[in-house]
């Protein structure tokens, strides 16, 4: 069996507060091959890694986040909603990622400004990538296919992976969109995958890149069958759990 790579879904969350760098570099230290993340827009143009369209669920601020600027963001904490241990942890910027794992992980930027497409977000987001010496291992996806026709014009060399819903809902994505060039990937819920999807999907010289699986059988499966990526929240038992299957 060939181990797909195993990328962490918004760092090692299962074991450190999402989408946060305390959470990224516990996906280095489970040996995860990459990291795969949210960004969005602050109110004065700042790239900020955040998955929520509001700031109550991960961090002691309240509200909308669009609402913000990013030193008013960055007051927040997002830490502590996980654990005490985390107490002070920030919202991090685009290019702080960069800094902290760029060299030893591979990145995946979810463009997640679904509900203000054309804000600028993924104008923001090249023109960091355009400005990094090697932008090898990074890629974006996106369930909007406006994100990712853009993001393709502007950093063509950065693949592009196409993410779809869940069941009936995603069906024609599967199925029909991910024919298209601009698409490198497909990022199908993993109850979705199976070995017919997984044959048409590489005939058309695409990965297979499936989200997000935390149940060993299910690594197991989808290991087994050959998909090339797998996210998780827990990099070090999805790893443990595909070597002992091989």
Not at 132 to 161: E, H, Q, T, Y
Request: net charge neutral; hydrophobic share 40%.
């Amino acid at each position: 069996m060939s181990i797909p790579a195993i990328y962490a879904h918004r760092g090692a969350s299962a074991h450190a507060p999402e989408n946060t760098l305390s959470s990224f570099n516990l996906a280095v230290k489970q040996n995860a091959d990459g990291i795969e993340f949210d960004v969005k827009l602050t109110r004065d143009g700042k790239v900020i890694v955040l998955h929520d369209m509001t700031l109550d669920r991960t961090t002691t601020g309240k509200g909308a986040y669009k609402n913000y600027s990013f030193e008013e963001l960055r007051k927040f904490d997002a830490g502590s909603w996980f654990s005490s241990d985390f107490s002070g942890e920030k919202l991090p910027l685009l290019e702080e990622v960069f800094d902290a794992v760029g060299s030893k992980l591979a990145i995946n930027i979810e463009l997640t400004n679904y509900n203000s497409i054309g804000d600028g977000l993924v104008e923001a987001v090249s023109r960091l990538v355009n400005a990094l010496k090697d932008s090898s291992r990074v890629m974006f996806s996106s369930f909007s296919a406006r994100n990712l026709r853009k993001a393709k014009f502007l950093c063509p060399k950065i693949p592009c992976g196409l993410l779809t819903m869940p069941g009936i809902t995603g069906w024609w994505a599967r199925e029909i969109t991910v024919r298209s060039d601009v698409y490198d990937a497909l990022h199908p819920y993993y109850r979705d995958v199976h070995p017919g999807l997984l044959k048409k999907v590489h005939q058309m010289n695409k990965q297979l890149n499936v989200w997000t699986v935390n149940d060993p059988d299910e690594i197991k499966r989808l290991g087994g069958m050959g998909v090339n990526m797998i996210m998780t929240d827990d990099p070090a038992l999805a790893k443990a759990t595909l070597i002992s299957a091989k």
